[in-house]
């Protein structure tokens, strides 16, 4: 057996692959693994997108938080997110309408059909999806209640996504938006341009979830936007997370000194 490791500022993670299920190369390098202890992985890029054994953790509260901190969100756009983890979540909740817009093609087939975490959710009535970079996609788009962006790292095709350009039109096409941003531990530098970026929202904030497979295990959002969690309406999807829950959703945001420092004059 092989192990795969992802290496990031002197540190690294390895895990035992039993075997590389699939691989396409086309405008990302996407791999798909069954290792020994984690499940099945997704890998872009050379770069652990999730596993099975935590990718719960990860994508729950990239979308519960901000669906609970919506009154009642109905239209949700998701950027990147091809792996269908994070769709399968929002639909736990009464929306009528997702649209689902990823640049890779490639992601999406694969996930569908060798990873399998969307449990059907790329075939549910409600949802659309769209092939496009996410950018390109908001400057001609309709508003949604939430948008949420699910991006590989800031490197290459995703780079778009965490300008400022980028962030006005999330703020003029969304009430709430929430975006993964980067480990504050090894990416700070990424953090802290979409903290500076983000800045054109009014009113924004940092959460924190522990997701083991990423680089050094601290993962950070952001939540932006008119959100207010209204935590009796975690009822309706009750019994229905692995991870998620509103004791988490409210410790999320409990910042140690070292990160609030890192926070500090940016918000
Ligand atoms: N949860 C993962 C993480 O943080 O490591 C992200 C996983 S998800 C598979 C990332 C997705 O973002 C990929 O499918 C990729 O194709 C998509 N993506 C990257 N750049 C994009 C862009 N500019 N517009 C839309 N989707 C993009």
């Known amino acids: 057996m092989d192990w795969f490791i992802e290496y990031y500022n002197g540190s690294g993670l390895a895990v035992r692959v039993v075997k590389k299920l699939a691989e396409i190369e086309g405008i990302q390098k996407v791999e798909v693994y069954e290792t020994e202890s984690l499940g099945k992985m997704l890998v872009i890029d050379g770069k652990i997108q999730l596993t099975e054994f935590d990718e719960a953790f990860y994508h729950e509260m990239l ?19 091809g792996d269908g983890g994070a769709l399968r979540e929002v639909l736990k909740h009464d929306v009528s309408r997702v649209v689902l817009i990823d640049i890779d093609r490639n992601v999406i087939e694969f996930c569908k059909k060798f990873l399998k975490i969307d449990r059907g959710a790329f075939d549910d009535e409600r949802v659309e999806i769209v ?58 530098e990424y953090f802290k341009k ?24 601290i993962w950070s959002f952001i939540l932006a936007g008119n959100f207010d969690f209204a935590e009796d309406r975690f009822e309706k999807i009750r019994g229905k997370t692995h991870h998620y829950n509103p004791d988490v959703h409210r410790a999320a945001f409990a910042l140690p000194e070292w990160m609030k420092k890192e926070v500090e004059g940016c918000i």
């Open 63 to 81: 979308v519960h938080v901000p669906m609970l901190s919506h009154p009642n969100p109905k239209k949700v756009g998701i950027i990147g997110g």
């Open 131 to 188: 092939v496009s970079d996410g950018k390109e996609f908001l400057k001609q788009s309709e508003k949604f209640d939430v948008i949420l962006v699910d991006s590989t790292d800031p490197v290459g095709v995703s780079d778009t996504l965490f300008d400022r350009e980028f962030f006005e039109l999330a703020r003029s096409k969304c009430d709430v938006f929430c975006c993964q941003s980067q480990s504050p531990l090894v990416q700070k």
């Open 194 to 217: 979409l903290l500076e970026n983000s800045s054109v929202f009014e009113k924004r904030t940092v959460f924190l979830a522990s997701v083991p497979t990423y680089p050094m295990a």
